[in-house]
């Protein structure tokens, strides 16, 4: 593994336990059975996780990190013309798995460069299903904040 996929995996397992326990967005109702169903929720009773994951051989929660990590870094490619310039950082991408375990509303948080950050969406519009969050026993919106690293090596 070269040192930009240490520095993914390593980045994107650190702020994973951190995205995946924040608080609810300010003023908006963790409960499903409020009047918005288009509110996304960042703290829910079951966490989505990817359908390849059968918690057979190890939690669900750690298989979907794993295989959020392993998506990246095979699907990730450093734009040519930010290597040549010699432009590196942490691009924060942030994105919501909808009811139906679909990738949607993917954006740029914190950008670094134009390039490196359309590469950063493409990788994270591109993630396998998953089954969705739940929240009361139903199936909600939940938003997921990860960070892309590109570093040179």
């Keep these: 593994?070269?040192?930009?996929?240490?520095?993914?995996?390593?980045?994107?397992?650190?702020?994973?336990?951190?995205?995946?326990?924040?608080?609810?967005?300010t003023g908006a109702p963790n409960d499903p059975d409020a009047s918005s169903d288009d509110v996304a929720l960042k703290v829910v009773e079951r966490v989505p996780t990817l359908v390849t994951c059968t918690g057979e051989d190890m939690p669900l929660a750690q298989c979907t990190q794993e295989g959020i990590v392993r998506h990246l870094l095979d699907n990730l490619t450093y734009p040519n013309r930010a290597r040549r310039k010699g432009i590196q950082?942490?691009?924060l991408v942030q994105f919501v798995v909808e009811r139906d375990g679909s990738v949607s509303n993917v954006e740029v948080l914190r950008s670094v460069h134009k390039s490196l950050d359309k590469r950063a969406l493409k990788v994270v519009q591109t993630l396998p299903a998953f089954r969705p969050g739940e929240q009361g026993g139903k199936p909600v919106r939940v938003s997921y904040m990860i960070p892309v690293n590109f570093a040179l090596d």
């Design 1 to 25: 593994m070269n040192l930009r996929a240490l520095a993914l995996s390593a980045t994107f397992a650190a702020a994973a336990l951190v995205s995946m326990t924040a608080s609810a967005q």
């Design 89 to 91: 950082g942490k691009v």
